[in-house]
């Protein structure tokens, strides 16, 4: 009997090695492909033989977040035929001097280029910053390069509160066509929306994502859950359940698991999510998702980089730039002429005839928000520093390219 | 069906306590094991990832010694993770199971952090950090000597309370960034980044040098402390038999918290020497795992502190390495643990051979004719 299962084992070890064979075959094949794709490019005229990058990331590809960067840095290095030598990723580096040490050993290295894409990245980039003058260190979500004022620190982010609101036309029109079908009526129009932190970031892409909904659908409400963690499946799916059990008839999310649309996808329940298109887990009820697309600003910078020219201190990707995008529309549960109307409402934001912080759209305690301050210039005590409301919007991501706006508007309860 | 019934059937194998083995055998085997796992590793890298297994295994000692840099951070990550492998020598040598040292380290790491905080502005740097040095290794002595205290009167589960005070210090640590940054994404960044206050000083330039002496000191002060002290002698025995302690007049109770408080002591200066020394920040990752990881390094190197100089080596080193890895040949570093998983199986599962003797039946049955 022994022996036999020896046998056994051995043939399915053998049976593993070849299957293992085989399928290094195949990526071997695929490598061959994207060599052919990476000679079909190569007559851009920019000389990007000298650029080498780096790329820090807090996590690795299985955070939704960290991939977004990962991904969007392989599209341009193929794109702009680098090398593998010429593109350096650093996967989970911690929010420690740990950091500092990464974007030292790249710089070493001979990277003329170090992005980061965590938060709490950014006081060790600037170390570095300071330390490594001939590299340029660009670094995501980040609030204080406009105030450092070196040559080689940068900030970026996009204005995705730009497409939360569309987004959020998307549910809005979902709602209505809800109310219209006698599913629901007009006052039980409840939005929920599971948020990370309680931060500015999460503030403003929830209340744009209200915004949105509200445009098109007036009776809309929403309550906001926080699960304080960027990332925790279990804490997602009980908060998206809780808020389904409340009464709410619509899902949307800011925190980067799975948890959330899963929840949705079993009980039925619409659903808008972030970063990814969350079709493939929730063919039933994923709406559509708003995401950000960093490869733009890889390129600009690369291209400055090459070309010797300067780069933004603070730079706002947007729909024309190309870095807010909003993923497939789901036409199994997007209500009758969706696309049309996002189509519409995206040329009036690109043309800038409509602002998503229109001061005449919402109220706060029952009034309207004439002025002002938010915490702009970060300091220690977080004092609020620069006058944002004039001209009758809320000028969000203008001053800083990080979100600022972190006011809680009539119709949305934080729970 | 009337055979005649074998006497019972007799496993392959047999396995033997050893009495003891030579130094050299020993350590042949051991060596055995590191190019077993190399190899195994190699067929890994082969299969999976098609790379060439020398290159990568270049890329790993790259990644510890390519440039002065690298091999700074190297020496730094070994300092850490052999102070706290210090810390919890003691008490394991007793046969009180901390596996509290994480909690500990984040509790003297909280301690230094409050004193920079709130009166990094107001004192002369020495004094700051003579103080922040003071408040650390009193946070560490409390969270060591919590357990111990209960432990000691009611002899409660020490592994369990130690676990769960790690829960505590990990939420204070939260509960602290909340209050201080109230905005933001609930991360600290480097404090005093302008002022440099209650930041160690560089020593001939080099920002982790007083880290790395103050390790190297107490690695050599552990080493007699647990070797020649009475202290040492008698925390031993208590170790290998309570009993057999107090016969011979050791206050058992008195060792256990004595111990905790050096214990704790040794971990609240570690979150001194992660705040002060090196991050100049707070998070609830500040000892990173390491005070888990600090439990293998102490049993490989069976308690003794200057083998413990290896065995945290060899860790730091594969951890580096595995960073290094993952960033040159593109890889996930779910690939780079793998590696090192493999490395670390290896070696641990070669002490079950340098232990024991493995002897087919058969092979036994004929010295026993004999």
């Given at each position: 009997m022994k022996k036999i299962l020896a046998i056994l084992m051995v043939l399915a070890l053998v049976f593993c090695t070849f299957a293992a064979c085989s399928k290094k075959e195949d990526t071997s094949a695929d490598q061959a492909a994207t060599d052919q794709a990476k000679t079909d490019t190569e007559s851009s005229g920019t000389d990007y033989s000298k650029i080498k990058i780096g790329l820090i990331c807090l996590h690795d590809e299985n955070s939704t977040y960290d991939n977004n960067f990962i991904q969007a840095m392989k599209e341009v290095q193929k794109e702009l035929n680098l090398s593998d030598e010429q593109v350096l990723i650093k996967m989970n580096i911690p929010e420690s001097d740990a950091c500092y040490t990464a974007a030292a050993e790249l710089a070493d290295a001979g990277c003329n280029i170090v992005f980061a894409d965590s938060f709490g990245h950014e006081?060790?980039?600037?170390?570095?910053?300071?330390?490594?003058?001939?590299?340029?260190?660009?670094?995501?979500?980040?609030?204080?390069?406009?105030?450092?004022?070196?040559?080689?620190?940068?900030?970026?982010?996009?204005?995705?509160?730009?497409?939360?609101?569309?987004?959020?036309?998307?549910?809005?029109?979902?709602?209505?066509?809800?109310?219209?079908?006698?599913?629901?009526?007009?006052?039980?129009?409840?939005?929920?929306?599971?948020?990370?932190f309680p931060y500015a970031e999460v503030k403003s892409g929830y209340t744009s994502f209200f915004l949105g909904a509200r445009s098109v659908c007036e009776s809309a409400t929403m309550d906001v859950v926080y699960t304080n963690s960027w990332f925790d499946i279990a804490l997602e799916r009980e908060a998206a359940l809780n808020l389904i059990n409340s009464g709410c008839v619509l899902i949307s999310q800011h925190a980067d698991s799975e948890g959330a649309p899963k929840a949705c996808e079993e009980k039925g329940v619409p659903d808008v999510s972030y970063n990814i298109s969350t079709i493939p887990m929730g063919p039933n009820t994923a709406l559509i998702s708003s995401k950000i697309d960093w490869a733009p600003y890889y390129k600009l910078v690369i291209d400055a980089v090459a070309k010797g020219t300067s780069i933004d201190t603070d730079y706002v990707g947007t729909f024309a730039t190309g870095s807010v995008k909003l993923t497939e529309l789901n036409d199994k549960v997007a209500a009758e002429g969706t696309q049309a109307k996002l189509d519409e409402v995206e040329a009036q934001l690109k043309a800038g005839t409509l602002h998503v912080f229109d001061t005449a759209k919402f109220t706060v305690g029952g009034k309207t928000l004439d002025n002002y301050k938010a915490d702009v210039d970060s300091d220690d005590k977080f004092t609020p520093d620069t006058e944002v409301v004039k001209d009758g919007y809320f000028h969000e991501s203008e001053f800083r390219s990080a979100p600022y706006f972190d006011v809680i508007i009539d119709g949305i309860t934080e729970k | 069906m009337s055979k005649p019934v074998k006497a019972a059937k007799e496993p392959l194998f047999h396995i033997a306590k050893r009495n003891s083995m030579i130094w050299w055998k020993a350590w042949l085997i051991r060596g055995i094991a590191i190019v077993a796992a190399l190899i195994v590793c190699a067929l890994i890298i082969v299969l999976l990832t098609k790379q060439n297994p020398i290159e990568v295994y270049g890329a790993m000692i790259k990644g510890s010694f390519g440039s002065e840099r690298k091999m700074w951070t190297l020496f730094q990550n070994i300092a850490m993770l052999l102070c706290i492998s210090l810390a919890v020598t003691p008490a394991f040598k007793m046969k009180f199971w901390n596996l509290g040292a994480e909690g500990q380290v984040l509790i003297g790491g909280l301690c230094s952090m409050v004193c920079m905080f709130n009166i990094g502005d107001r004192l002369p740097n020495a004094l700051l950090i003579l103080i922040m040095l003071v408040a650390s290794i009193l946070g560490g002595i409390i969270w060591g000597i919590i357990p111990a205290v209960f432990k000691a009167k009611w002899n409660t589960n020490e592994s369990l309370f130690t676990l769960m005070m790690n829960y505590i210090a990990i939420q204070l640590v939260s509960f602290a960034i909340m209050v201080w940054v109230p905005s933001g994404s609930s991360v600290m960044g480097l404090v005093n980044a302008s002022t440099n206050a209650g930041w160690l000083p560089d020593l001939f330039g080099q920002k982790y040098l007083i880290n790395i002496l103050i390790v190297a000191f107490l690695t050599v002060a552990m080493y007699i402390y647990l070797r020649s002290s009475k202290h040492g002698y008698e925390l031993a025995v208590v170790g290998e038999?309570?009993?057999?302690?107090?016969?011979?007049?050791?206050?058992?109770?008195?060792?256990?918290?004595?111990?905790?408080?050096?214990?704790?002591?040794?971990?609240?200066?570690?979150?001194?020497?992660?705040?002060?020394?090196?991050?100049?920040?707070?998070?609830?990752?500040?000892?990173?795992?390491?005070?888990?990881?600090?439990?293998?390094?102490?049993?490989?190197?069976?308690?003794?502190?200057?083998?413990?100089?290896?065995?945290?080596?060899?860790?730091?080193?594969?951890?580096?390495?595995?960073?290094?890895?993952?960033?040159?040949?593109?890889?996930?570093?779910?690939?780079?643990?793998?590696?090192?998983?493999?490395?670390?199986?290896?070696?641990?599962?070669?002490?079950?051979?340098?232990?024991?003797?493995?002897?087919?039946?058969?092979?036994?049955?004929?010295?026993?004719?004999?």
């Open positions: 006081s060790y980039m600037l170390q570095a910053a300071k330390e490594f003058k001939d590299v340029q260190f660009c670094h995501a979500t980040g609030t204080t390069a406009h105030t450092e004022k070196l040559d080689n620190f940068h900030n970026a982010f996009a204005a995705i509160y730009e497409g939360r609101y569309l987004a959020g036309v998307a549910a809005g029109m979902k709602l209505n066509e809800m109310i219209k079908d006698g599913k629901i009526t007009a006052d039980k129009a409840k939005i929920g929306y599971v948020g990370a | 038999s309570e009993n057999t302690a107090r016969y011979i007049g050791i206050d058992v109770k008195k060792v256990i918290i004595r111990t905790m408080i050096l214990s704790g002591a040794i971990c609240g200066l570690a979150g001194f020497l992660l705040v002060s020394g090196t991050n100049h920040t707070i998070s609830k990752d500040l000892a990173g795992g390491n005070g888990f990881t600090a439990i293998m390094v102490s049993w490989l190197a069976k308690f003794n502190p200057i083998l413990m100089i290896i065995t945290s080596f060899l860790i730091a080193f594969l951890q580096r390495g595995a960073g290094e890895i993952a960033t040159s040949f593109n890889l996930n570093t779910s690939v780079a643990d793998i590696l090192t998983g493999v490395i670390i199986f290896f070696i641990i599962g070669c002490e079950f051979f340098i232990n024991y003797q493995v002897k087919s039946t058969r092979s036994m049955n004929k010295e026993e004719k004999k």
